[in-house]
DNA sequence: CAGAATCCCAGTTGATACTG
DNA sequence: CAGTATCAACTGGGATTCTG
């Protein structure tokens, strides 16, 4: 997850194989390259499902993680974090006792609600379609 | 990469944690689940870049693998089958020696394109301003 | 309450060698 | 050419325990 942390070097971010494979990429606009970026950022375990349930809301930590079934307190700070360093939610923290801490979405999230959701839509829509595709090679393919 | 296959019983799905925490979900259209579903199937490292090199073209085997750099083949074939299964391109193989594999979009694969093209666009317009906050994010908590 | 620190396993990916 | 098979390495993520 912290892959640029971990690797780098001088300062420089680290580069994946696919990244340091296209450095002299003539293109100005790398699609593959962009996607590679996107999915380092959203395409792990909670990222997505994390800034969904923050859609419109300002959740304290104990509350996101009711609203996220399944998730770990380990990897609800880890996500947050990520989230946090690259700008999608904002962390607050209220100097009270017992501590109370709150995450919104930055607008930069916000605009990522939108693929969310479109991808969500994707999902629901052909969910039937690729099940079906599925029990159709599975069955051809047995033995 | 094959969860439902590896931990099927008795002809029924595996179960998430958190689609079974979600069992008696009262909302017919839970996007969590569902953007975990989309997730399982192309936020791996490199369904959604095979699917965006087959845009518009049919590719061999080979052709796909110089056209994404750093895939290897043996993840090039997985990725590919997997992809097969679900209903997002056709593997048609045509009796000759050499064999020649082609490898093509369904229409359910097309649609696809539209979303990845939609994160890349995101990608691509707002890296610089998720690479600015890092930027701050590590300036700030470094030590 | 909101985490930080450890331990540890399962699953994913990569490298390499072999084959119809 | 288009794979398959095997082994090794890495890492994401869960469980658990401790703390300001």
Redesign the interface.
Known sequence: MAK??TVEVAGAPAL???E???EGDPSG?D??R??????D?I???WS??VI??LRGERLRFTELQRH???ISQRMLTLTLRQL????LITRTVHAEVPPRVEYELTE?GG??IQ??????????E??P??E???AA??DAHQR
Chains 1, 2 share one sequence.
Do not use: F
């Open positions: 640029a942390l994946t194989g696919y340091r494979s296209c606009t699609h593959g962009a996607i590679r970026h996107v999915l950022r395409g792990d375990k997505l499902l969904g349930t996220i079934p399944g946090e360093r690259d700008g930069l605009t990522l693929l969310a959701m479109a991808l969500a839509d994707w999902a629901i052909n969910q379609s690729i079906r595709s599925r090679y599975d």
